[in-house]
């Protein structure tokens, strides 16, 4: 019985986490794809949080150590750096002083 | 439930949970911020605030321990990721996403192993081990086994394996340390690919139904391995885009699937909501390029029907009328309206800097100019407005297709800078052309047309451009960079 509910639960949230990602996302105009890409590639970075919880269980040899802290290496890299260079490349599009001052009114 | 007195209520399992949901909220929220380009900074940022939360709860969890190891992880993690942001140009943007991808992939499958070698006995079927909350697990005896944890793991180690070796490569070819062009098996390519897959998949079904046996382990990773280069070589370079997004959407349900594998909503929810987004781009890339997503994976553009339309288009009896640079700068100052449409040329000759020196001359004399933007123009959705944003145009300067279709008809000069099929009059007026159906920049109904190019050779789809023998179009040919820079330096001369 436990084990069933915590499976379904999961599922569900599976599920319904896949119908938000679609509408929230299918929203989103063409010219913002490269920066959606880039973030949603950091957010799957997220996966660092399994490194970090499987090396705190019991049972890690030696060797599992080591590749578990090659994974939360590379998550970290994943989260780091995948939120920097979206954030760099989403600081491009705000309008600067100097070039944009006279279309200030129509955006703000 | 009585909590023993040593745990405050930071380590509260319900707590954390709370913590969990915060962090995906932020997640969601996030995104939807990124759907504007005025809210989209802030998106980012308030994603991340939501990642640092999940880093933090999982982090109080009660088990957790090996501190040391994970400092060096999240060390070397950092200093490695953070340079390598900070100072990738713009132009290399789509490989370092492959490269960012890639490593998520390879997380993936490292964690998916480690799982594996802890479990031993109990991993697969006739396993005991039950998780209980996303903190805890308990193992019982008897009582039916949670085969499922084998078989999210097990799925998470394979897609996340292809991930990680698919994302190399394609930073490989767009990094030009591999060629760009397709490298196949030719014929056999896809029965390898099959081959593979089934292997893959077969030594997963035995290590869920209870082989015990590393050997089988590791086979199933190198399998993935080799499926995941089967994959992506064969693809040409100026198909990337599609992959790494197909790839980003994989490393997506790959977390997915070790969030169930872990009982970690965190994971799950935010392993999905990539997963959707990455099928949608996916999906919406290879439209617009006019291509099924099942073409571009059994092999390189330049199937069958691409041949034959080539060789057809080959006839082209039109002439091609070529300009000079200084006939260009004088056209264009004389123009009223100007439209650039920028393409993968440009972004390969970094030109973007000296196509925006081009727009502040000519609006100096009073040219209205705007860019207009196919969708798949460079290598990535979205990729020229970074590249003209990182050189200072205005937001609203960029139109996209269709926006900036209608305008072409009272167009007098349509600059065409690196951009090729996503100009071609065939995918509109030639049924029988390959690309028949791709919408397209319809550059061809304003009044005249100048392109920049290097040479009269086709784009990445193999076929001529139409565009280029119409009479009211002049090729100038060039690197783009110099070209535009000789317009500008002659358009001072006028």
Redesign the interface.
């Known amino acids: 019985m436990?084990?069933a509910s915590?499976?379904t639960t999961?599922?569900a949230?599976?599920v319904l986490?896949?119908?938000?990602?679609?509408v929230?996302?299918?929203?989103?105009?063409?010219?913002?794809?490269?920066?959606?890409?880039?973030?949603?590639?950091?957010?799957?970075?997220?996966?660092?949080?399994?490194?970090?919880?499987?090396?705190?269980?019991s049972?890690?040899?030696a060797?599992?150590?080591i590749?578990?802290?090659?994974?939360?290496?590379?998550?970290?890299?994943?989260?780091?750096?995948?939120?920097?260079?979206?954030?760099?490349?989403?600081?491009?599009?705000?309008?600067?002083p100097?070039?944009?001052g006279d279309?200030e009114g129509?955006?703000s | 439930m009585s909590l023993p007195l040593a745990s405050s209520f930071l380590q509260d399992e319900s707590f954390l949970d709370v913590l969990y949901i915060i962090a995906?909220a932020l997640?969601?929220q996030?995104?939807?911020g990124?759907?504007?380009?005025?809210t989209?900074?802030r998106?980012?940022?308030i994603?991340?605030v939501g990642?640092a939360i999940?880093?933090i709860a999982?982090?109080l969890?009660p088990?957790?321990?090996?501190w040391g190891?994970?400092v060096?992880?999240?060390v070397?993690?950092?200093a490695?990721?953070?340079p390598?942001?900070?100072n990738?140009k713009?132009t290399a943007?789509?490989q370092?996403?492959a490269l960012?991808?890639g490593?998520?992939g390879?997380?993936?499958f490292?964690?998916a192993?480690?799982?594996f070698?802890?479990?031993?006995s109990t991993y697969g079927a006739h396993t005991v081990h039950?998780?209980?909350g996303p903190?805890s697990?308990l193992t019982i005896t008897g009582?039916?086994a949670?085969t499922?944890i084998a078989i999210f793991s097990v799925f998470a180690a394979i897609v996340g394996s292809v991930s990680f070796w698919g994302s190399n490569i394609a930073f490989g070819k767009l990094q030009e340390i591999l060629p760009g062009r397709p490298i196949t098996f030719g014929r056999a390519q896809q029965w390898v690919n099959l081959l593979l897959l089934v292997l893959a998949l077969a030594a997963g079904i035995d290590l869920v139904a209870g082989a015990h046996s590393e050997l089988v382990f590791v086979g199933m990773l190198i399998c993935a391995a080799l499926l995941g280069n089967a994959v992506v070589l064969p693809i040409g370079g100026a198909d990337m885009p599609v992959v790494?997004?197909m790839l980003?959407a994989f490393?997506?349900l790959?977390?997915?699937a070790?969030?169930?594998a872990?009982?970690?909503?965190?994971?799950?929810?935010?392993?999905?909501?990539?997963?959707?987004?990455?099928t949608?781009?996916t999906n919406?890339m290879a439209v617009a390029m006019n291509r099924s997503i099942p073409s571009i994976i059994a092999g390189g553009f330049g199937g069958g029907g691409v041949t034959e339309g080539a060789s057809g288009a080959g006839e082209h009896a039109g002439t091609v009328r070529s300009t000079t640079a200084s006939d260009a700068a004088i056209q264009l100052a004389y123009a009223n309206r100007v439209v650039i449409v920028p393409g993968y040329g440009m972004a390969v000759a970094q030109a973007q800097h000296a196509v925006r020196e081009l727009t502040k001359e000519l609006e100096k004399r009073q040219v209205e100019v705007s860019y207009a933007?196919h969708?798949v123009a460079g290598r990535?959705?979205?990729?020229m407005?970074?590249l003209l944003?990182?050189a200072?145009v205005?937001?609203?300067q960029?139109k996209?297709?269709e926006e900036a279709n209608p305008e072409f008809q009272r167009t007098d000069v349509s600059l065409v800078i690196g951009a090729n099929d996503v100009t071609n009059p065939a995918a509109k007026n030639t049924p029988s052309s390959p690309i028949y159906g791709m919408p397209i920049l319809e550059v061809s109904d304003s009044h005249s047309v100048i392109v920049i190019k290097r040479s009269m050779n086709p784009g990445f789809a193999g076929i001529e451009n139409e565009l280029y023998y119409d009479p009211k179009t002049e090729m100038l040919f060039g690197d783009a960079k110099s070209a535009v820079s000789e317009i500008t330096a002659e358009l001072a001369n006028i």
């Not at chain 2, 990124?34 to 005025?38: A, M, Q, R």
């Open positions: 436990i084990i915590v499976l999961n599922l949230i599976l986490a896949g119908f938000i990602g679609f929230v996302i299918s929203k989103v105009p063409n010219t913002l794809h490269t920066p959606l890409m880039s973030g949603t590639n950091a957010i799957h970075g997220i996966v660092v949080l399994g490194g970090l919880l499987v090396i705190g269980l049972g890690n040899d060797f599992n150590k590749i578990l802290v090659i994974a939360i290496a590379f998550g970290t890299i994943n989260v780091v750096g995948g939120f920097l260079v979206t954030d760099r490349m989403l600081e491009m599009f705000k309008s600067k100097k070039s944009g279309d129509k955006s | 995906f997640f969601i996030g995104l939807r990124l759907s504007g380009p005025t989209a900074v998106g980012n940022r994603a991340a990642m999940a880093v999982t982090l969890n088990s957790e321990g090996n190891l994970i060096i992880g999240v070397i993690g950092t490695v990721g953070i390598a942001a900070r990738v713009m943007m789509p370092m996403v960012f991808n490593v998520g390879g997380a993936v490292l964690i192993w480690a799982e070698r802890r479990h031993g039950v998780s209980t903190f697990s009582g039916a949670p499922y790494i997004s980003n490393t997506g790959s977390a997915a070790t969030g169930i872990l009982n970690n909503t965190a994971l799950i929810v935010a392993g999905m909501i990539v997963g959707a987004s990455g949608i781009l919406l933007i969708p990535m959705p979205g990729h407005n970074v944003a990182e200072d205005p937001y609203d960029l996209e297709m």
